[in-house]
């Protein structure tokens, strides 16, 4: 592996193998305009010509017109890196809210924390906020309902 794949999983470099495989429908080991464009697609994006070829102009480092292997690798390395980065925020507001650390935030331990910040939440917005979050109804929020939430944004 070089440089570009250093701190990526193997997981994720055979994903970003695949995703470029896929993207490259003519198999010439190079990314066109048109490819992006329909890879885009493929994310439920859709760039306009000229958004594709500001992507095309932002990873293509050697400047020829496509992106190769290498360039995409170092455009998706980042994204993980920034999907990590994501991660490990979620985690620690997480474990700021559980403050008794047993992998759930309880209306009390949410209106505790809420109640350091200065524009306070009423007692029916806390227990709305609870409501909202807790998918399986058990009265508690566990850590995948507090990540597919935006109790996290709305929060802090």
Do not use: H, W
């Amino acid at each position: 592996m070089d440089d570009s794949s250093e701190q990526l999983t193997e997981e994720q470099l055979d994903l970003i193998k695949r995703s470029f495989n896929k993207m490259d429908q003519n198999n010439d080991g190079r990314l066109s305009l048109g490819e992006i464009i329909k890879g885009a697609q493929l994310c439920g994006q859709n760039p306009t010509k000229e958004e594709a070829e500001q992507m095309l102009k932002e990873f293509d480092l050697n400047g020829n017109g496509f992106v190769e292997f290498d360039e995409y690798l170092a455009m998706m390395k980042e994204s993980f890196v920034t999907l990590d980065i994501e991660k490990e925020r979620m985690k620690a507001a997480f474990q700021t809210l559980d403050q008794d650390n047993d992998g759930f935030i309880t209306t009390r331990e949410l209106r505790f924390a809420l109640k350091l910040r200065d524009d306070c939440f009423s007692k029916q917005e806390i227990d709305q906020i609870v409501n909202e979050a807790d998918i399986n109804g058990d009265g508690r929020i566990d850590y995948i309902e507090f990540i597919e939430s935006n109790l996290c944004k709305r929060c802090f």
